[in-house]
């Protein structure tokens, strides 16, 4: 499987800064020197600031104590001096970071819109520029989703619901289930067709059937119905029919795995073929439903939730015609609300304010450059890459790569509870990682038409051409060369069955990178990232592909039997850590994320203590040491504000911890940090009951 992890990338130099000061000869004197002092047995230290190496003084809290709550201690200033802008739900500094590039690309897209110019940035400009014509989305109404609605209000019978059914999907909107391409996980070379469930309005199946989010569910119905209203429904009908979207969509989430089991990819490989799926789902006609959707599957279709699939004959004829027309209509206008006129955008954002907190939605500048973002992702990438990522930079990051990954194999090297054979295997797969950096080596093209009085047209065409473009890769070459994240995105990734990882562009800036930090700075920054997505290749989902990205065990049944146990330790650790009143991280579901941590930043140590093992001066920043600077780096990058709705939100379905518990988790795990602020044995940054895997 693929997953995404929120991390920061950044390239890292080797040597340290130009801009530190050079220590300065004695003045002139006509006494006699004084005799000369022994030779240095070590590095000499050399007076600096923190703002010297590339940290920030200002976001220290001195007061706290960093071998009690070291977060507090590298982010207390910093929390202190921002506030949560009113259009988020949460401030980092990765927002920071993606609010720069905001003001990057809108440059680019205002540069863009203006008439003629090359053919590609003019259908940037175009699109932007459609979005951002309230006046012309107003006029259009609904006209551009009028087929789609018509073809719904025929829903009358299994023939017709199948009919609605794909209209639906082949404009990208999952109802029901959802249908892509992924690599065979037997075969990673090979792409295949992939079913599993989906088509939930709600952030995740919980929130239907956990009594602690009976509010939520009471919010959304009076959601659904405005939204039912707005798109021509009559007012006396609309909340009978929310309440029968609630209800489908309340069925649909029971036969959903629920997160965690989700993580399993074992219980995810489900292959079969057409035949079989045709028994399983006898109410469908799938030759004529792949015929629709303009694709041919392939002969193994990997199915993740066979018991979803097994529910949807009974659940299709559970609920009336007109009961499926208020879900069908309701999914339709929600996915579309950003190219609809204003009443929707709005009814969507009250929805997002209800789940999140957000007082405020973003500007319609900010919303337009997401969406543009989103959908022409790679035409947008060549022209910020072009502008903002100099070539040197990619070199120097690939560089800070490859130290990582022998610090990594280092590591790998010293496990003393695996046994050789183990070993041998997984020093080869680490070996086989592609690393890619930067940007992808071929750009990706949109061929589908934007018109740029037309943004719904625009919205519509460019969801069906990605998810068609998704789905067509069925049974062909899985292309090892194609990225799944954007080159100006604030993250980075790690793929399982590709056994590959990428750092975009985006995030090689400051806090985790600059060409003039300190070498213990940038590896505390994005070298923790890089280890982090490097780890994931041994995390608990990664370690069962082998080195091809095949869901293979290449375990010894020993090792194996130490690895869960390791695994288990960390998850019921970080299961104490309490976010908010009663809301405590779910270690099972953020296990694989707080293993990549915990190895992530043990990997950047050490990787820093390599690069300067040979220096000839070590700096010291204020007072702090070099291995201070370098965790005083890690805190600094996971400065986080959240609002408690959100942080209710992200326990429920996001597989990272809560930024505070990742810096604190990590390092109150890693001796090297208790080394280093000489904690006392027993406080909390340096326990007796410490949890390991790498």
């Given at each position: 499987m693929r997953w995404i992890a929120v991390v920061a990338a950044s390239a890292a130099a080797c040597s340290s800064p130009s801009k530190l000061p050079e220590p300065q000869a004695p003045p002139a004197t006509d006494q006699a020197p004084p005799a000369a002092p022994p030779p240095p047995t070590g590095p000499q230290p050399v007076k600096v600031t923190l703002a010297d190496v590339g940290l920030e003084a200002s976001s220290l809290d001195r007061s706290a104590d960093p071998c009690v709550d070291f977060y507090q201690f590298a982010c207390g200033g910093w929390l202190q001096s921002n506030q949560i802008p009113a259009d988020h739900a949460r401030w980092a500094r990765f927002t920071?970071?993606?609010?720069?590039?905001?003001?990057?690309?809108?440059?680019?897209?205002?540069?863009?819109?203006?008439?003629?110019?090359?053919?590609?940035?003019?259908?940037?400009?175009?699109?932007?520029?459609?979005?951002?014509?309230?006046?012309?989305?107003?006029?259009?109404?609904?006209?551009?989703?009028?087929?789609?609605?018509?073809?719904?209000?025929?829903?009358?019978?299994?023939?017709?619901?199948?009919?609605?059914?794909?209209?639906?999907?082949?404009?990208?909107?999952?109802?029901?289930?959802?249908?892509?391409?992924?690599?065979?996980?037997?075969?990673?070379?090979?792409?295949?067709?992939?079913?599993?469930?989906?088509?939930?309005?709600?952030?995740?199946?919980?929130?239907?059937?956990?009594?602690?989010?009976?509010?939520?569910?009471?919010?959304?119905?009076?959601?659904?119905?405005?939204?039912?209203?707005?798109?021509?429904?009559?007012?006396?009908?609309?909340?009978?029919?929310?309440?029968?979207?609630?209800?489908?969509?309340?069925?649909?989430?029971?036969?959903?795995?629920?997160?965690?089991?989700?993580?399993?990819?074992?219980?995810?490989?489900?292959?079969?073929?057409?035949t079989a799926l045709a028994k399983q789902v006898k109410s469908l006609d799938w030759t004529s439903y792949w015929k629709a959707l303009g694709f041919a599957p392939s002969a193994i279709i990997n199915v993740g939730t066979p018991k979803y699939l097994d529910a949807i004959d009974g659940l299709r004829a559970k609920f009336t015609p007109a009961q499926w027309q208020a879900y069908f209509t309701y999914q339709l206008v929600a996915h579309e609300a950003q190219a609809l006129p204003k009443p929707f955008r709005d009814e969507m954002f009250a929805l997002e304010h209800e789940l999140t907190g957000q007082p405020q939605p973003l500007e319609r500048n900010k919303k337009c450059i997401e969406i543009t973002e989103r959908e022409l992702g790679e035409l947008l990438g060549q022209q910020y890459v072009a502008k903002h990522f100099p070539a040197s930079s990619k070199q120097t990051a690939t560089t800070l790569v490859d130290a990582l990954v022998r610090a990594m194999g280092v590591e790998l090297g010293k496990q003393d509870w695996m046994t050789?054979?183990?070993?041998?295997?997984?020093?080869?797969?680490?070996?086989?990682?592609?690393?890619?950096?930067?940007?992808?080596?071929?750009?990706?093209?949109?061929?589908?038409?934007?018109?740029?009085?037309?943004?719904?047209?625009?919205?519509?065409?460019?969801?069906?051409?990605?998810?068609?473009?998704?789905?067509?890769?069925?049974?062909?070459?899985?292309?090892?060369?194609?990225?799944?994240?954007?080159?100006?995105?604030?993250?980075?990734?790690?793929?399982?069955?590709?056994?590959?990882?990428?750092?975009?562009?985006?995030?090689?800036?400051?806090?985790?990178?600059?060409?003039?930090r300190a070498v213990a700075a940038n590896l505390g920054g994005i070298g923790m990232v890089i280890g982090h997505e490097l780890t994931h290749g041994f995390d608990d989902q990664g370690a069962k592909y082998d080195a091809d990205g095949n869901l293979e065990t290449w375990w010894q049944p020993a090792d194996k039997t130490k690895f869960e146990a390791k695994g288990t330790c960390v998850a019921d650790q970080y299961s104490t850590f309490e976010a908010q009143p009663k809301g405590f991280v779910n270690g099972r579901l953020t296990l694989g994320e707080n293993i990549a941590d915990l190895g992530g930043v043990k990997m950047a140590f050490h990787a820093y203590r390599d690069l300067r093992k040979d220096a000839p001066k070590a700096y010291v920043a204020d007072g702090f040491t070099e291995d201070q600077q370098f965790f005083i780096a890690v805190g600094q990058a996971w400065c986080s504000k959240d609002r408690p709705e959100e942080i209710q939100r992200r326990l429920t379905i996001d597989p990272h911890s809560p930024p505070k518990f990742r810096v604190y988790g990590a390092l109150r795990n890693l001796p090297d940090f208790a080394r280093a602020f000489q904690c006392a044995p027993g406080t909390p940054m340096n326990p007796a009951d410490r949890c390991a895997v790498w």
């Open positions: 920071e970071i993606e609010e720069r590039n905001k003001v990057a690309i809108q440059a680019i897209l205002e540069e863009d819109a203006k008439v003629g110019g090359d053919p590609l940035a003019k259908k940037l400009g175009d699109f932007y520029a459609s979005c951002m014509d309230e006046a012309a989305i107003e006029k259009a109404g609904l006209r551009a989703i009028e087929p789609a609605l018509d073809r719904i209000r025929k829903v009358r019978d299994a023939r017709s619901w199948q009919a609605a059914l794909v209209e639906l999907q082949r404009l990208g909107v999952q109802v029901v289930w959802g249908v892509r391409s992924e690599p065979n996980r037997h075969d990673s070379k090979t792409e295949i067709t992939m079913l599993d469930s989906d088509g939930l309005g709600l952030p995740d199946r919980d929130y239907y059937l956990e009594p602690k989010f009976a509010d939520k569910v009471d919010a959304y119905r009076g959601h659904v119905a405005r939204m039912l209203a707005l798109a021509g429904m009559p007012v006396a009908k609309t909340t009978a029919a929310a309440g029968d979207v609630v209800a489908i969509e309340t069925e649909l989430a029971k036969v959903t795995k629920k997160r965690v089991e989700r993580r399993d990819p074992h219980a995810a490989d489900n292959p079969t073929d057409r050789d054979a183990t070993r041998q295997t997984a020093l080869a797969k680490l070996a086989r990682i592609v690393r890619m950096v930067g940007y992808p080596d071929k750009w990706r093209t949109y061929d589908f038409d934007v018109k740029r009085d037309d943004f719904a047209g625009n919205l519509m065409r460019a969801d069906a051409f990605e998810a068609h473009r998704v789905r067509a890769k069925a049974g062909g070459p899985v292309d090892r060369a194609e990225w799944h994240m954007n080159a100006y995105e604030v993250n980075a990734y790690y793929s399982a069955n590709e056994n590959e990882t990428a750092l975009p562009a985006g995030i090689l800036q400051p806090p985790f990178f600059g060409g003039d």
